[in-house]
């Protein structure tokens, strides 16, 4: 069975850094990519950043380019999203998600750990 599950969400200042971590089991993920996304109350989930986890290859969305960074830990089968500068406008539940590499249909997703950055 496969799983994802996410931690290290929390509250914080705008301004401050936050790691996210997402630690997978249940297959392997060689031929996966790994994806954040987030959804805001009352907004509709939207992609952050993705990692293919064989080769490292990284993507961001704009809104945190320069300012988070995705990676993964492949002997521990986790990946990280650092956060820096967090703005109130980063405040959502993010959640980690897994594609086949080739593709952007994420198949397995994680229950989600929620952000909130106060100004």
């Known amino acids: 069975q496969v799983q994802l599950v996410e931690s290290g969400g929390g509250l914080v200042q705008a301004g401050d850094s936050l790691r996210l971590s997402c630690a997978a089991s249940g297959r392997t993920f060689s031929g996966y990519a790994m994806g954040w996304f987030r959804q805001a109350s009352g907004k509709e989930r939207e992609f952050v950043a993705r990692?293919?986890?064989?080769?490292?290859?990284?993507g961001y969305a704009d809104s945190v380019k320069g300012r988070f960074t995705i990676s993964r830990e492949y002997a521990k089968n986790t990946m990280y999203l650092q956060m820096n500068s967090l703005k109130p406008e980063d405040t959502a539940v993010y959640y980690c998600?897994?594609?086949?590499?080739?593709?952007?249909?994420?198949?397995?997703w994680g229950q989600g750990t929620q952000v909130t950055v106060s100004s």
């Open positions: 998600a897994a594609a086949q590499y080739y593709t952007n249909a994420y198949e397995y």
């Open positions: 990692i293919t986890w064989r080769t490292g290859s990284r």
